[in-house]
């Protein structure tokens, strides 16, 4: 087996049995849908979801890598269906939206971006007006609108926590074990964007607020299981003021890495790290010491 092959990916470590079950079922079927082979094959590998449901985005982007490295040949990408819509850019998905200013608005609410015209907005807004763009994010995720009086007002993403966070695991004070087998309990708000047109004050504390109440229950009717934790990287320009009126809690800087940076390059600036707990006994579900919600998939 090449040595140069990508062994440790989206948080799993490949032994060369797994390697060589991939080989040998893209071997097998070569002509299978993309998304049905991953599907596929995290079942053979046992990359499931906490609450048993397949890992079929981390499995494609990593057998899309190690194509790339030259170990497998994968079947064409699949033309059908919204292919065009993928293409469209982010002016044609915002053409006709209503940019006029919004200085004041009543009540707030938080509209899951859905599959199809909601989310090709959402990435719209955020790849436009977001300095870091749209993002192409690992496993587990909800994409909010932020809305009122049927107008857009902002977006959020909540999505997987970084693997290792050097001042988060001492505050929270868990064993290599014990993160190991719960940091999925966390997740991280890794998009916040309030459009340009939009000046209404506290309306990003206000968003923040809402989000922590509401978060637990849609990730828990969504993924089977309630996050216990929220995080966020804060770039130091901006002083993070809206996370603090929201209450997060403030853990120190960041070392300007990057999730997969193993070599420690440090070639990221340095951000702020800030923390929400979900719940009160959140450290004693973090260490294991009590149970998360969670749905029992043979209930349902």
Not at 151 to 172: K, M, N
Not at 214 to 236: G, N, S
Not at 279 to 289: P, T
Request: glycine share 8%; hydrophobic share 35%; net charge positive.
């Amino acid at each position: 087996m090449k040595s140069t092959i990508t062994r440790e990916f989206s948080g799993r470590k490949f032994t060369e049995e797994d390697i060589s079950l991939i080989v040998e079922t893209t071997k097998m079927y070569p002509k299978l849908p993309r998304k049905e082979l991953a599907s596929t094959l995290c079942e053979l590998l046992g990359w499931l979801t906490p609450n048993g449901k397949p890992k079929v985005i981390q499995c494609i982007d990593y057998l899309s890598l190690i194509e790339q490295e030259g170990l497998i040949k994968l079947p064409e990408k699949s033309t059908k269906g919204g292919a065009r819509r993928r293409q469209m850019s982010a002016g044609e998905i915002l053409s006709g939206i209503d940019r006029s200013e919004i200085t004041y608005c009543n009540t707030i609410g938080l509209e899951i971006a859905c599959p199809g015209k909601d989310m090709q907005r959402w990435r719209g807004y955020v790849e436009t007006y977001h300095a870091l763009g749209d993002p192409h994010v690992y496993g587990s995720q909800l994409r909010y609108t932020i809305k009122s009086g049927g107008r857009d007002l902002g977006c959020l993403l909540f999505s997987a926590s970084s693997w290792a966070l050097e001042q988060r695991e001492g505050w929270i004070g868990w064993t290599a074990e014990e993160k190991k087998r719960h940091l999925h309990l966390i997740i991280n708000n890794s998009r916040f964007l309030i459009l340009p047109w939009v000046r209404v004050k506290n309306l990003a504390s206000r968003a923040l607020s809402l989000a922590a109440r509401q978060l637990q229950k849609d990730w828990l009717e969504e993924y089977c299981y309630a996050p216990v934790l929220l995080e966020t990287f804060v770039d130091a320009a901006y002083k993070g003021t809206s996370y603090k009126a929201a209450n997060w809690i403030y853990l120190g800087e960041t070392k300007g890495r990057g999730r997969n940076d193993r070599d420690k390059d440090y070639t990221l600036t340095q951000k702020s790290i800030y923390v929400l707990p979900l719940q009160k006994d959140f450290r004693a579900v973090l260490k294991g010491e009590k149970p998360f919600k969670a749905v029992n998939p043979d209930d349902e």
